[in-house]
C-alpha cells in the first residue's frame, strides 16, 4: 500500500497528515518544528510512503 503525508507549516508547529491510496488519514498530529519529531511522526510509514508535500511559503 502506498501512503502520503502532507505537512502544513506555521511558525513554531507544523500539522502532519498521512493518507492512503482511497484517501482515508491514517495519522494526524500537530507537532513542534523540529527535525526529529518530523522524522519520529513519519517513521511508521517509512516504507510505504511514496511522496512528502510541504506547503510552499515565500518567507521560509
Do not use: C, Q
Request: no cysteine; proline share 3%.
Amino acid at each position: 500500500m502506498k501512503t502520503y503525508a502532507g505537512i502544513d507549516l506555521h511558525s513554531s508547529n507544523n500539522f502532519i497528515v498521512v493518507i492512503d491510496n482511497d484517501d482515508k488519514r491514517l495519522f494526524e498530529k500537530r507537532i513542534p518544528n523540529n527535525i526529529e519529531n518530523v522524522l519520529k511522526a513519519l517513521e511508521p510509514f517509512k516504507n510505504s510512503l511514496d511522496g512528502v508535500v510541504v506547503e510552499s511559503t515565500y518567507n521560509w
